[in-house]
């Protein structure tokens, strides 16, 4: 769903043009403009051809075709400074469908019979998404195939580190899945996953001691992006100096998979050690292009382990997501487990993102990373901490 | 000569004559090893003493030395192993 617009237009006049613009748009455009104390603010106050103008504020609204509004920002012709179609707002108290974010109570949240705490904080358990048939990719340690949550599940799956299947003995991986896209009933405990109508793509780029290479991880992203998924969660980075910018390679790569419909989400970073010490966002989180997922508690406070940007250089975090005492699958004989980091914060993005994408069939890309944005709850945290705030799910 | 794992990223307008950039590469010493069309990344490895001939290349926008990515998270097993904290690293 994107932003929609009136018929009208908001425009910027240059400085001090106050009551001369009345002229101007008449002669230009032939746009006649009144002023604002005579103007009721409903639409049809605003007739074809016609305007306001909001002379203490230097701005004008008007309703003029095409070619009449265009005239009045002709190269040459400096009678508007910026111009932007209207913009309708809504009423926060009524979601409009379909992306519209859950209303939430408030925090703390806890683990129920039902559900992970993660669950109900970003509305997934009330959203009526389940990613269906969204392609989703995890760049991994792998995945436990033989797990009782994943039998029976269609998982396309390819290793890129050399020796090793895609079966995943580190747990990590199916970790990772799990809250993304396990299943809505597991075989045993709470439910866990966001997206379980997604179809999961599984590249293992890790070892059995969850380390790997660059080579691996791009290959995997190629895997990826030429399998048609819309979202790409990779819970991996090696962490960087302060100083450091980010990677043009994988800010390139990023792009490019932006262009090409999807999607790549990385950790923050667990090196912080709040309030003491703000480790910088690791790489590739740290570009531009990439969403970098920083972590939150069940008081959606931001995790002490979760990295950020504390001298506005370096990369920065984009959203947060529950990341301490989360619940999952488990490549282990105790099948499931607890734990805590920006790695298990991302792939629940991964699964909202797919949810969204579910929603909007035509946000891909950008588009779906700006709704996801768009969709998140704002916390009182710092924008350096939690960027546009905690993730939610479509209604 | 030390060499190193390399990944290059072609330029956008470039990237549909990348074997042409690869050759140009393999040229100045590249072990090319694969060539990620879709993102359009070439993989291989190489002296470092010819990192800037190669990053010099045109249709070359980037060279990156690999470089480790790992992970680390604390982990706690449930029900059949409770209360066992397991560093992932």
Known sequence: MSVRYTDRHLILLPQGAGSAACASFRNVADIRLAASSDWDGTAPGIAAGEGVLFERLGAALVRGAPDQVNALTEPGRRHALWMQPEREWRDCRQPARPWDAACLPGAPWSDTAEATWGLQATGVLTSRYSGNAVRVALLDTGLHLEHPDFIGRRVVTRSFVTGLSAADVNGHGTFCAGVACGPRQPHEGPRYGVAFGAELYVA????????????????????????????????????????????????????????????????????????????????????????????????????????????GVGGSVDLVAPGIAIHSASSGTGRYQTGSGTSMATPFVAGIAALLAEACPAARGVALKDLLLRACLALAAAARDVGAGVVRAPC | MLRANVAIAVADEDRDRIFEVAATCRALGLDHKSTLTDIGVLLGSLELDNLLRVRAVPGVVAVEIERDSRIKDAFEERYRRSETLIKAR
């Open chain 1, 204 to 311: 293992r780029v890790l070892d059995d001691e969850a380390a790997g290479t660059d080579g691996a991880v791009l290959a995997g992203i190629e895997w990826a992006v030429r399998s048609g998924c819309a979202v790409i969660s990779m819970s991996l980075g090696s962490p960087v100096a302060v100083e450091d910018s980010h990677a043009q390679l994988y800010e390139a790569v990023a792009a490019r998979a932006l262009a090409a419909g999807s999607l790549l989400l990385a950790p923050a970073g667990n090196e912080s050690q709040r309030p003491d010490l703000i480790a910088p966002v690791q790489q590739p989180a740290n570009c531009p292009s990439i969403l970098a997922v920083g972590a939150v508690d069940r008081d959606l406070a931001v995790a002490p382990f979760s990295n950020g940007n504390r001298f």
